[in-house]
C-alpha cells in the first residue's frame, strides 16, 4: 500500500518514485542578492557598462527589459540566471537574456547547479504564493532564507526535460483553444445570439478535441478525478 505524505505546502503526495530525491532549494543552487546603486553609477539615456535590472517594472510576461545601464556594476547577475522579483511587487520570474547585468535589491538571481533551469522556473511558479505567505514582514518580501529552505522533489536530469516538455506543449495547447474560443466568441457576437449561429459554431469543438493532446486528458482525469 502506498504511504500518503503531507509536505511543507500542505500538498499530499505519494512516496516519490524511483530515482526522485528531496532536497533544499539551496543545496541546488547559487542565490545571489541584488544591490541598489546611487544615482551617479547609471544612467538612462547612456547604454554604457552592463544593463542595470531595478525591479518588477523590468519584467513584463517572464520577458527582461531595460534602458538603465551602469559602468559599476557589483551584484552581477549572468545570462540564463533565473531572476525573481524578491520586495515590492513579488513573485515576477524571468530568465536573465543579458550576458552580465548588474541586479538591484528588489531583485535575486538563481543559478542552478545541475539542474534543468525551466524546470526550476517551473517548479518555483508553483511556489510564488506559498512563499508570498512565508513574507513576515509589513511590506511584501520573499527573504533569502524562506527561498533557501524550499523543498523540492528532484527527478533525475531526463525526467526534468521530459516534464517540462510535456508542461510547455499542454500551455501551447492551452493558447490554441485559447485563440479558437476567442474567435467563436467573436463570431458569435458579431452575427447576434441565435440559435442557429450557435449551433453551427459548435463545429469547433471536434477541432478543439484534435487540438487537445491525450496526456492533457489523462492528466486532467488524474487532477479532477
Request: glycine residues 6%; positive net charge; aromatic residues 8%.
Amino acid at each position: 500500500e502506498t504511504e500518503i505524505v503531507k509536505d511543507g505546502d500542505n500538498a499530499y503526495y505519494q512516496n516519490l518514485p524511483k530515482g526522485w530525491g528531496k532536497t533544499l532549494f539551496g543545496n541546488i543552487v547559487y542565490l545571489l542578492s541584488g544591490r541598489d546603486l546611487s544615482v551617479a553609477k547609471y544612467s538612462d539615456s547612456v547604454q554604457k557598462g552592463i544593463p542595470y535590472i531595478t525591479g518588477a517594472s523590468n519584467f513584463c510576461d517572464g520577458i527582461i527589459t531595460t534602458s538603465r545601464f551602469t559602468e559599476f556594476p557589483t551584484v552581477i547577475s549572468e545570462k540564463k540566471d533565473i531572476l525573481i522579483t524578491v520586495k515590492g511587487t513579488v513573485g515576477e520570474l524571468a530568465v536573465n537574456p543579458y550576458y552580465k547585468a548588474h541586479i538591484a535589491r528588489q531583485i535575486m538571481a538563481i543559478r542552478p547547479y545541475l539542474v534543468n533551469n525551466e524546470f526550476l522556473k517551473i517548479y518555483l511558479e508553483t511556489k510564488i504564493d506559498n512563499m508570498k505567505l512565508q513574507s513576515q514582514s509589513m511590506i511584501p518580501g520573499i527573504s533569502r532564507e524562506v527561498l533557501l529552505k524550499l523543498l523540492i522533489a528532484l527527478p533525475p536530469k531526463t525526467e526534468q526535460l521530459r516534464i517540462t516538455n510535456l508542461i510547455k506543449k499542454l500551455f501551447q495547447e492551452f493558447e490554441e483553444i485559447t485563440l479558437v474560443l476567442i474567435s467563436c466568441c467573436s463570431r458569435i457576437v458579431g452575427r447576434g445570439m441565435g440559435s442557429t449561429s450557435i449551433f453551427l459554431e459548435f463545429r469547433v469543438l471536434p477541432l478543439i478535441a484534435d487540438i487537445v493532446s491525450p496526456e492533457l486528458l489523462i492528466i486532467g482525469r488524474t487532477r479532477y478525478k
